[in-house]
């Protein structure tokens, strides 16, 4: 076989509400989709903000609304990213687009209203399980004759 159709995403099921639900593990199209999103939402706040700043700068007259403008055009860092996908909405974000590989018909609103806090780990487990596989592993000796690793 070639391509990739060798691939195969890692699935859990997770029972809600009465029904099974297949969750995904998430693939790099989907992170860079959230990407995308976190971004489209970070461009409509800056327009608001450069508004805003263009609107104080013709008040007050010794600004400069080009230096204004360099401060508040900014991108998500890497650490923004991380931080906002642990946020209750990213989980949610992350946890609509590893279900509509199985579960298309669902929308982002249907899967928020669908997932509690108490199902918030073993859906980022179900969505992240090579992270959860390493989180398990712990160096248990470090003697200069053996090393160990405990899962």
């Not at 590989?101 to 669902?106: A, F, S, T």
């Not at 108490?118 to 090393?147: C, G, H």
Request: hydrophobic residues 35%; neutral net charge; glycine residues 4%.
């Amino acid at each position: 076989m070639s391509g990739l159709s060798e691939f195969v995403q890692k699935k859990t099921t997770i029972k809600i509400g009465g029904k099974s639900w297949v969750f995904s593990e998430l693939t790099l199209a989907d992170i860079a989709s959230f990407k995308a999103c976190l971004k489209t939402q970070r461009e409509k706040a800056n327009d608001v903000r450069r508004m805003r700043l263009l609107k104080d700068a013709k008040e007050v007259s010794n600004l400069d609304p080009v230096e204004l403008l360099r401060l508040v055009d900014t991108s998500i860092s890497e650490e923004e990213f991380e931080k906002e996908s642990e946020t209750i909405e990213g989980i949610g974000h992350l946890a609509h687009l590893s279900l509509k590989h199985h579960h298309p018909e669902l929308t982002l609103a249907m899967t928020l209203d669908m997932i509690t806090t108490n199902l918030i780990e073993v859906i980022t487990e179900a969505m992240f399980p090579s992270l959860s596989d390493s989180s398990k592993k712990k160096v248990t000796s470090r003697s200069k004759n053996s090393r160990s690793l405990q899962q």
